[in-house]
T-cell receptor
Framework: DGGITQSPKYLFRKEGQNVTLSCEQNLNHDAMYWYRQDPGQGLRLIYYSQIVNDFQKGDIAEGYSVSREKKESFPLTVTSAQKNPTAFYLC??????????????FGPGTRLTVT | DAKTTQPTSMDCAEGRAANLPCNHSTISGNEYVYWYRQIHSQGPQYIIHGLKNNETNEMASLIITEDRKSSTLILPHATLRDTAVYYCIVRAGGSQGNLIFGKGTKLSVKP
């Protein structure tokens, strides 16, 4: 069954700790994305990657880091430098080279709470 | 990518058709109209997308006006499980960039 998995669904951390959120896809998609969603708001882009070993900053990359060592995996690290890390984090992937218009598929999300 | 405008909220009776409008008056010729929905505390779910012809799939129909400045998402027989925030997004074909989600329309399906 193809799709995107994110784990864990809920994550609690103390302030000052780094935390890594997992995102795995078996859709054979080249592009992967990390978004952040705050209550009552739309999604904001943190980082995205269109190919293995390459990634670009999105609109709110400060305090976050990513890696893309494998096509299937795009983990996000929330560092202690992120001022307000408590949020709902969503990972997505998309097939590329598809001029007709390709949809992004989303994982179930990880709700991070930092106290 | 062009900006979209949607009503903040709408109600629909269970079993009736839900018609969700979206304005995208600045849409460019190569931009597609996408619809996603997000049920509370879940990831957004892709519904449908189109360029200029009307589209239909197992979830919904998409009606795009001839001038492409607006569109309507139709859920033909709304159920309580269709209660969600619905997002209309305009995006260039072949784009690999992010989707720009606005506030969307909160659809409440009532018994």
């Amino acid at each position: 069954d193809g799709g995107i998995t994110q784990s864990p669904k809920y994550l609690f951390r103390k302030e000052g700790q780094n935390v890594t959120l997992s995102c795995e896809q078996n859709l054979n998609h080249d592009a992967m994305y990390w978004y952040r969603q705050d209550p009552g708001q739309g999604l904001r882009l943190i980082y995205y990657s269109q190919i293995v070993n390459d990634f670009q900053k999105g609109d709110i990359a400060e305090g976050y880091s990513v890696s893309r060592e494998k096509k299937e995996s795009f983990p996000l690290t929330v560092t202690s430098a992120q001022k307000n890390p408590t949020a709902f984090y969503l990972c997505a992937s998309q097939k590329v080279g598809f001029s007709r218009g390709a949809e992004q598929y989303f994982g179930p999300g990880t709700r991070l709470t930092v106290t | 990518d062009a900006k979209t405008t949607q009503p903040t909220s709408m109600d629909c009776a269970e079993g009736r058709a839900a018609n969700l409008p979206c304005n995208h008056s600045t849409i460019s010729g190569n931009e597609y109209v996408y619809w996603y929905r997000q049920i509370h505390s879940q990831g957004p779910q892709y519904i449908i997308h189109g360029l200029k012809n009307n589209e239909t799939n197992e979830m919904a129909s998409l009606i795009i006006t001839e001038d492409r400045k607006s569109s309507t998402l139709i859920l033909p027989h709304a159920t309580l499980r269709d209660t969600a925030v619905y997002y209309c997004i305009v995006r260039a074909g072949g784009s690999q960039g992010n989707l720009i989600f606005g506030k969307g329309t909160k659809l409440s399906v009532k018994p």
